[in-house]
């Protein structure tokens, strides 16, 4: 079953915090390990460390990928081997100690390349591993505890053979049921112990249920396909083809069914406790952006859980590093209307809408200063002016009208009074169709500016309003 983020409803989580039991997603985590100490990030509410289930979380349950294990199997890295294979089959010319050290060669390296399929593919990356990562010395350790489970399960088969005949049958049956959990707890744990532990291998199918026996059930009916399609194309190879033939078909087949048990593992990732693998280099963020995200972030979830004193400690410590950032200014005044908080707004709201006129970001300060209530008082004529010239353009005519009206009583020597007039009578005669005020106006500036760059403006503006008169 899908989780989705606790805090964006209709977004699949990420991240889960086991002591708290919220789910976050990217947008609540953001950016990459790199971008946190130890590579790992904290629960924003409890502070302790996430679990990353991005690529779990998102996975489709083990029978609706079918196509996916073999399309996986032709990758380059499955490719590779499977043509090492090939190679090796083709090389053998017959006994001797130089084709048993290629053939045990061969044998270690695509069984160390199947368990490195089931390992990574559990841990949540879909791309199937390299086939240089399979060089990393464990072929040959590996490849001997294989050896050892088969050498230990026949030989409790002998024993029991020896002590109990009519036990030997359900043993083989346990044994076949039990192999691809035994492989899998070795890819996972590299351990041979834990491997041939009934217990432990017992656990692990309870924990996967019921699509175990269908992955049993699938894995047996692949690995039977080399054997069916040798059959069938046997008489049509020249003998020189068969052992190669072989040899890919067999490490193909082997391919799939270990992307099927390691998928089956990613789907039970978080139960099992497996170590998921995140592939996040591309959401990187540079320090000042990262620190921004995580900001607002934070203050959402820590506002969501109302906790709206910690969301504005947060949002003010990373303003006194970021001063200058629109989106970190924009949410510390959404948090204030949030909270109703009218002394803050009544003493910040004034600096803060300037902050937005200077980033040049009118229109946002508009949208804000029409969310206050009751409108905050401005004085500084600058940031009336540019408040006024975007809530008329959002056709907000009323309060636009009222930031201007009477200007130059209060701010007598603010140097684009004669703007904003011009802007007043265009409100008066767009809003309001007050052409007889917006004549005033005109004439207003025409008197107390006669030299204003705006002159051509006024002229034109002050003829259309005589002939609309005329011909009214």
Not at 156 to 169: D, E, F, H, T
Not at 233 to 243: E, T
Not at 359 to 367: G, P, S, V
Request: aromatic share 10%; net charge positive; charged share 15%.
């Amino acid at each position: 079953m899908t989780n989705n983020c606790t805090y964006h409803s209709t977004t699949e989580a990420s991240w889960h915090c086991q002591p708290c039991g919220r789910h976050y997603c990217d947008t609540c985590i953001p950016g990459s390990s790199a971008n946190y100490r130890n590579g790992q990030p904290d629960c924003p509410l409890c502070h302790k460390p996430l679990s990353y289930i991005g690529a779990s979380n998102s996975a489709k349950p083990f029978w609706q990928m079918g196509i996916f294990y073999f399309k996986y199997a032709l990758q380059p890295g499955p490719l590779t081997v499977i043509a090492l294979a090939a190679a090796v089959g083709l090389l053998i010319s017959g006994p001797g100690i130089v084709s048993l050290l290629m053939l045990l060669g061969a044998f270690a390296l695509v069984t160390r390349y199947n368990l490195l399929v089931i390992q990574t593919l559990a841990g949540g990356q879909l791309q199937a591993p390299g086939f240089g990562d399979a060089m990393d010395g464990n072929s040959a350790p590996l490849f001997l505890k294989v050896i050892g489970m088969s050498l230990i399960a026949g030989f409790v088969g002998y024993k029991l053979l020896s002590i109990a005949p009519g036990a030997l049958q359900l043993y083989s049956i346990a044994l076949s049921l039990l192999t691809p959990a035994a492989m899998i707890v070795l890819a996972l744990e590299g351990s041979l112990r834990a491997a041939i532990n009934p217990l432990k291998l017992l656990q692990f199918t309870l924990i996967i249920g019921w699509p175990y026996l269908l992955l049993w059930l699938s894995t047996g009916a692949i690995s039977a396909a080399p054997g069916y399609l040798l059959m069938l194309v046997a008489d049509k190879l020249p003998p020189w083809a068969l052992i190669p033939v072989i040899a890919a078909t067999t490490t193909y087949f082997a391919i799939v069914t270990s992307a099927m048990m390691g998928y089956i593992c990613l789907s039970r990732q978080q139960q099992l406790g497996i170590s998921a693998i995140r592939d996040d280099d591309d959401s990187y963020l540079e320090e000042r952006d990262f620190d921004c995200a995580r900001a607002q972030a934070e203050a959402n979830i820590l506002m969501r859980e109302g906790d709206f004193k910690a969301a504005r400690q947060t949002l003010v410590e990373f303003l006194r590093r970021y001063p200058d950032e629109p989106a970190l200014n924009e949410r510390y005044y959404r948090l204030l209307l949030a909270t109703q908080d009218k002394k803050a707004l009544r003493e910040l709201a004034p600096h803060l809408l300037e902050k937005f006129i200077l980033m040049n970001r009118a229109h946002t300060a508009a949208e804000l200063y029409l969310a206050t209530n009751p409108p905050p008082t401005i004085d500084k004529p600058h940031v009336r002016h540019q408040l006024a010239e975007a809530l008329y353009r959002q056709q907000k005519f009323r309060p636009a009208a009222l930031l201007l009206t009477n200007l130059h009583k209060h701010n007598k020597d603010y140097r684009n009074l004669d703007a904003a007039y011009l802007l007043l009578a265009q409100i008066y005669i767009d809003g309001f169709n007050r052409e007889d005020t917006a004549k005033q106006l005109l004439a207003f500036i025409k008197k107390h500016f006669p030299d204003t760059s705006l002159r051509k403006q006024v002229d034109t503006l002050a003829q259309i309003l005589t002939k609309a008169e005329a011909a009214g």
